[in-house]
């Protein structure tokens, strides 16, 4: 089983729409996160959720929110697409105590046109 | 500004030699920092842990250092091979369980 998945795997938009991409952990883990690859392969941390507390990172804009259903998704929506959201997203998962590691999903690679 | 920055973007090496990466970082205290393995097309993979009060480890043919005076980890590989050849990233963790990543380092083992 997959420990951390995300979908879709690809997805391309136009600009203006608005999408979402699923993320799940089968770990047990009591914190999520959201990140952002850019073409550069910088991965810039988006949010944090741990036991419904959201951390967000000043910099990112109001048009992405987490969802979190549950402890075990933490799901990224996005409005109204820009050009310069393309890239690729990861969602990680980590035991709540701080010597622990991340654990990545696949990646969402999103193409807005 | 917090930063967190690693030697330079590509690194090529000659198979068998000693690959050496660094990690330096300005204006955080981290709890301790980590080493992740990441392949094209797929997520990060975590590779070593190193704790702030500890200067060194070791798992097979990796070795991490952490000198939080210097603010600044290195991270061998030992008689590297072409399977290698990956990105390598650091990463900090600080209080609050925040997870900064440093910019990469595209490694290239030359067989």
């Known amino acids: 089983d997959t420990a951390v998945s995300q979908t879709p795997k690809y997805l391309v938009t136009q600009m203006g729409n608005d999408k979402s991409i699923k993320c799940e952990q089968n770990?047990?883990?009591?914190?999520m996160y959201w990140y952002k690859q850019d073409s550069k392969k910088f991965l810039k941390i988006m949010f944090s959720?741990?036991?419904?507390?959201?951390?967000i990172n000043e910099t990112v804009p109001n048009r992405f929110s987490p969802k979190s259903p549950d402890k075990a998704h933490l799901n990224l929506h996005i409005n109204s697409l820009e050009l310069g959201d393309s890239a690729v997203y990861f969602c990680?998962?980590?035991?709540?105590?701080?010597?622990?590691?991340?654990?990545f999903g696949q990646g969402t690679r999103l193409t807005v046109v | 500004s917090q930063k967190i920055e690693q030697n330079s973007e590509a690194l090529n090496i000659q198979e068998g030699k000693t690959a050496t990466l660094t990690c330096n970082y300005t204006?955080?205290?981290?709890?301790?920092l980590q080493w992740y393995r990441q392949d094209p097309g797929r997520g990060p993979v975590f590779l070593l842990l190193?704790?702030?009060?500890?200067k060194e480890k070791r798992k097979e043919r990796l070795k991490v250092t952490f000198d939080t005076t210097l603010k600044q980890s290195l991270f061998h590989i030992t008689a590297s091979q072409p399977a290698d050849s990956a990105t390598y990233l650091c990463?900090?963790?600080?209080?609050?369980?925040?997870?900064?990543f440093g910019t990469g380092t595209s490694l290239t083992v030359i067989p």
């Open positions: 959720y741990n036991n419904k507390e959201l951390i």
């Open positions: 204006n955080y205290s981290p709890a301790y």
């Open positions: 990680a998962s980590r035991e709540g105590q701080t010597n622990t590691e991340a654990f």
């Open positions: 190193i704790r702030e009060n500890e």
């Open positions: 770990l047990g883990h009591d914190t």
């Open positions: 990463a900090l963790v600080v209080t609050g369980n925040q997870f900064y």
